[in-house]
């Protein structure tokens, strides 16, 4: 036990030995609204995604083990059914209710379904973790 020297309060020799209350997980759809704006699912406070799409390893506030959820090919696949149901009947409509030429209908189509799914993935992906963190499916950190 050292002697903190700016609150004069006793700590432990080891920083990890500090009490820290465990982080009670919210209701699903609050954990999915967080996980959809970018945040810990847990308590909301601290990013979730570190860049793009890599999850951070822990949340700095609470502590939570973010890298053990395992995400895997569940977002692509909820992004890729989401904007093919989104795209399908825009295309049938270009198709049927305008004459443009083909090659503007390829350019325009190809470039807002790109654009579209690029911007579900992150949100579609911080839900999936949320619902995993959720319902307690996290990869055993043995098996690395
Ligand atoms: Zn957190």
Redesign the pocket.
């Known amino acids: 036990m050292k002697i903190d020297p700016n609150t004069s309060a006793l700590r432990p020799d080891d920083a990890s030995l500090i009490w820290m209350p465990l982080?009670v997980m919210p209701a699903l759809w609050p954990a999915i609204k967080r996980g959809i704006t970018n945040r810990?699912p847990?308590?909301g406070?601290?990013p979730l995604f570190q860049g793009y799409l890599r999850v951070v390893p822990r949340?700095r506030?609470?502590q939570?083990l973010l890298a053990a959820v395992p995400a895997d090919d569940a977002p692509p696949y909820f992004t890729i059914l989401l904007v093919g149901h989104i795209m399908v009947p825009v295309l049938v409509l270009t198709e049927t209710m305008t004459a443009l030429p083909m090659w503007i209908e390829i350019a325009l189509l190809v470039s807002l379904t790109t654009i579209l799914a690029l911007l579900l993935l992150r949100p579609i992906k911080g839900a999936t973790i949320a619902c995993l963190l959720h319902h307690e499916l996290r990869s055993d950190p043995r098996r690395g």
């Open positions: 982080p810990c847990m308590c406070c601290s949340c506030q609470c939570t």
